[in-house]
């Protein structure tokens, strides 16, 4: 079951109204296990500068934090799928004043990676205002249900160059059994590569971010999907075979448990 809180209270229809039949603003999402959060701060400030690049205001931390705290103190919630969504409010007829926003907490049940390696198709595609992750993600799940209905998994993008961006709802790496590689391009940059990001050099790894072909996803490289869930190693992308590497698995858990959890209450 899901529930859903604005501003610190139990949304009411009224609330949920304008974000249902108007497809404006952002969010971020983020596992919650035993009431703590792994990079907690990074998603407050992923909100923070979301809100000021859309909508010409800051998001103080201290009320997102009290948005979070009302639902999980009304649901004794330790373990949850956590979605916080910035919403404009409409403020009356004046184009030139920053609006007002809403705070939508939801709290689903739990979520995982899925055990087996994902079999992707690629697209080209560039999602609008990409640096953003904001609520206009039709075009992602169009594109899922295209790679499914082609015998995939889900969907992975790459620009009109063939140098590869990100997937539907996720980043990935590729492992050469030495260096993490990052694919440089115009996606949204997530917290979980940021977490790993932090954990591969806090224990010495070697990263690189640099363009990367599509043409490169094949064995011997190695590669994964990270996002809110976790990491999912990559098996195929196109029907090309990738490596599958126990010893990646093992090096992405290690980085992200050098990164504390932070209470969420």
């Not at 701060?41 to 992923?46: A, D, G, K, S, T």
């Not at 039709?138 to 969907?155: E, K, T, V």
């Not at 140098?163 to 590729?174: D, F, I, Q, T």
């Not at 990052?182 to 990001?197: F, I, K, V, Y």
């Amino acid at each position: 079951m899901t529930v859903v809180f604005c501003n610190g209270r139990p949304a009411t229809v009224e609330d949920l109204a304008r974000p249902a039949l108007r497809n404006d603003g952002h969010f971020t999402t983020f596992q919650l296990r035993g009431g703590a959060v792994r990079g907690l701060e990074l998603h407050l400030q992923r909100l923070d500068a979301a809100t000021q690049a859309l909508f010409g205001a800051a998001l103080d931390a201290a009320r997102v934090r009290e948005a979070l705290r009302a639902p999980l103190a009304a649901t004794a919630t330790r373990d949850a799928t956590v979605r916080i969504t910035v919403v404009p409010r409409e403020t009356g007829p004046r184009a030139d004043a920053a609006p007002a926003v809403d705070v939508l907490v939801s709290l689903a049940p739990p979520g995982e990676p899925g055990a087996a390696p994902l079999r992707l198709q690629s697209f080209v595609f560039q999602r609008d205002t990409a640096a953003i992750k904001h609520v206009g993600t039709f075009p992602l799940f169009q594109y899922q249900r295209l790679a499914r209905a082609a015998g995939a998994d889900d969907a992975l993008f790459v620009d009109a160059a063939g140098r590869v961006a990100e997937g539907s709802v996720w980043n990935l790496g590729l492992w050469d059994g030495a260096t993490l590689t990052w694919p440089e391009a115009d996606a949204l940059r997530g917290t979980q590569e940021r977490l790993l990001q932090a954990g591969l050099s806090a224990l010495g790894v070697p990263q690189r971010t640099r363009p990367v072909a599509l043409a490169e996803l094949d064995a011997p490289v190695a590669a994964f999907a990270c996002n809110s869930r976790g990491q999912q190693a990559i098996g195929t992308v196109d029907g090309r075979p990738l490596s599958l590497s126990r010893e990646l698995d093992a090096l992405l858990r290690r980085a992200l448990a050098t990164q504390p959890l932070e209470p969420a209450a």
